[in-house]
Structures are given as structure tokens and as C-alpha cells.
């Protein structure tokens, strides 16, 4: 089964998501690294260059061409269930997984990040957690449609994989 896991950046899909799939002895796939492989271009090079719309159209094709085996735990970017059918179309192609964190516990991870983020470019502190309030109000409507939503505060990757189990049999 794919497990596509979405949500916010910096919620932990990459981080999670390498000990989900290790835990489930299954691949790993970060889509922002397929989006690099298939494009030649870093995911910031890319949206600085061309900008958000072609970012977007380009992610969804490689979101929805790429062949992920049939067995892996799939990192989206953090806008990619926003755009186009994508969220559909995962949810239709896969199992997915929101991981859910509040504003602030993502705003203190995102500002100790090494990794270059286009579009915080320019928010700090309280004007990154509103920032970041502003936006999960555009994208948990698409979050919220995963099948299964789990709260990121001490999510580890056993709790995660009973979670996907437990709805499994449902």
C-alpha cells in the first residue's frame, strides 16, 4: 500500500516518514527529491525561477506520473494536497496520512530548520506563527480530507504505523 503522509512543513513527514518505512520495511520516497530528479532543479531553484504556478503544475505531474512502488511511505510537500486533484487523486491512489501540529510547535521547528523554505522567506517569531495560522486555514480543508489525521506532538513512527493498522480494519 502507498501511505502518502501530507500536512504543513516542518509537521516531521520526511523525518516521520523514513522510520515509518523503516519500521514497515517498505521505501521511502520524498517527492520533493523526485520533483529535483525529474526537473534537474532544487524545489527553491525551481519556484524562484519560474514561480509558484509552474511549481505547482509541475509537482502535481510528478505527483501523478511518477511510478512509487506499490509498497512505500510517500513525504508530499507541504502545499502539494492543495493544489490541482492531488489530494483526490492520493486519497484514490493510496492511504493518507495529516500530520497535525499547532501553529506555534511548527513556527519553533521551521526556525531552527537548515532547509531553505521560499516562502517563509520573510517571517520571523510572531509574524511566522501568524503566517503559518493563515495558511493552515487555506490548507486543512485538504489536509482534513486524509483518511486518517494524527496529532504530531510525540507522533512516533510505532504509534503512526498502529494508527494505519487500526483504520486498516476498520
Known amino acids: 500500500m502507498k501511505i502518502f503522509l501530507v500536512g504543513f512543513m516542518g509537521c516531521g513527514k520526511t523525518t516521520l516518514g523514513r522510520k515509518l518505512a523503516s519500521r514497515l520495511s517498505i521505501p521511502f520516497v520524498d517527492l520533493d527529491k523526485v520533483f529535483e530528479e525529474v526537473t534537474g532543479k532544487t524545489v527553491p531553484h525551481y519556484f524562484k525561477e519560474y514561480g509558484e504556478d509552474a511549481f505547482r503544475k509541475a509537482e502535481r505531474d510528478v505527483l501523478q506520473t511518477s511510478g512509487f512502488p506499490d509498497d512505500a511511505v510517500i513525504a508530499t510537500g507541504g502545499g502539494a494536497p492543495c493544489y490541482y486533484n492531488n489530494m483526490d487523486w492520493m486519497n484514490a491512489n493510496g492511504f493518507t496520512v495529516y500530520i497535525s501540529l499547532p501553529p506555534a510547535a511548527l513556527a519553533k521547528r521551521l526556525e531552527t530548520a537548515d532547509e531553505e523554505r521560499p516562502v517563509l522567506r520573510d517571517h520571523?517569531?510572531?509574524?511566522?506563527?501568524?503566517?503559518?495560522?493563515?495558511?493552515?486555514?487555506?490548507?486543512?480543508?485538504?489536509?482534513?480530507?486524509?483518511?486518517?489525521?494524527?496529532?504530531?506532538?510525540?507522533?512516533?513512527?510505532e504509534k503512526l504505523a498502529s494508527a494505519i493498522a487500526l483504520h486498516q480494519l476498520r
Open 124 to 157: 520571523k517569531g510572531t509574524a511566522l506563527i501568524e503566517f503559518i495560522t493563515e495558511k493552515l486555514k487555506e490548507r486543512e480543508p485538504f489536509y482534513k480530507q486524509a483518511h486518517l489525521i494524527a496529532k504530531g506532538i510525540s507522533l512516533s513512527a
